[in-house]
């Protein structure tokens, strides 16, 4: 296996290989950033017979990182649920917090629409990046945010795959209709704010013939795959990745 940092369109990324890889797998980080876990990852995929290219989606973005994202977050999600869609209880919390605090806030809340468009767009260059490294087949898998990012990156590029991990539905969901290869969905059962969009998607995979394997496991919670995190679940973990590498095989036949 070979690993090495490598920089594509001014974006810096982490790939792992194996010698001869049979399929290339853009895996899209959390909100943490690129983070060990996320260059774990990439490693177990190149392991088993594949490349994993972890992009570094906030490149040049010098205060996103894990540790202050982490900090930040936290403080955000500490707000009540009643209070999340208040901008006096937002404008508040602002307040209490330091400059690197507030640039994080506005690149990753008030403005996130404005820096998930451009995230997209860098996963766009990564495809064509793999692309022109001769890779015959490539696959998107995402986690949390990164799940979302890659399920978009599905309908913008035609991928051979994607896998999303407890991420959001593609916007507007009707773009479902461009997905080329087949979606692997993994979902946490206590994950309210995900599972609400799952019936759009199954009507939506349903109107335009798409094929879906998906999978909701009872119990694990948001983020259960990051075992480096408070809601890691080890079985269901395990279940996750026989399923990733089941969905992996068949698309590199």
Sequence with gaps: MREQEVTYSNVKAFLASSERPSLGVIVVHEIWGLNENIKDIAKRLANEGYLGFAPHLYSGYDVLTPENIQNVMYKVWSLPPEKRNDPNAYKELINSLSETEKQIVQLLVLNRQKLEEEMIKRLIQAYDYLNSQGLKKIVSMGFCMGGGLAFQLSTEVPLDGVIVFYGRNPQPIEKVEKIKGPILGLYAGEDPPILQGLPDLISAVIKYKK???????????????????????????????????????????
């Design 211 to 253: 094929d879906l394997e998906l999978k909701i496991y009872p119990g694990a919670y948001h983020a259960f795959f990051n075992d480096r995190g408070k809601s890691y679940n080890k079985e269901a973990s395990q279940d996750a990745w026989e399923r990733v590498l089941r969905f992996l095989r068949r698309i590199s036949q």
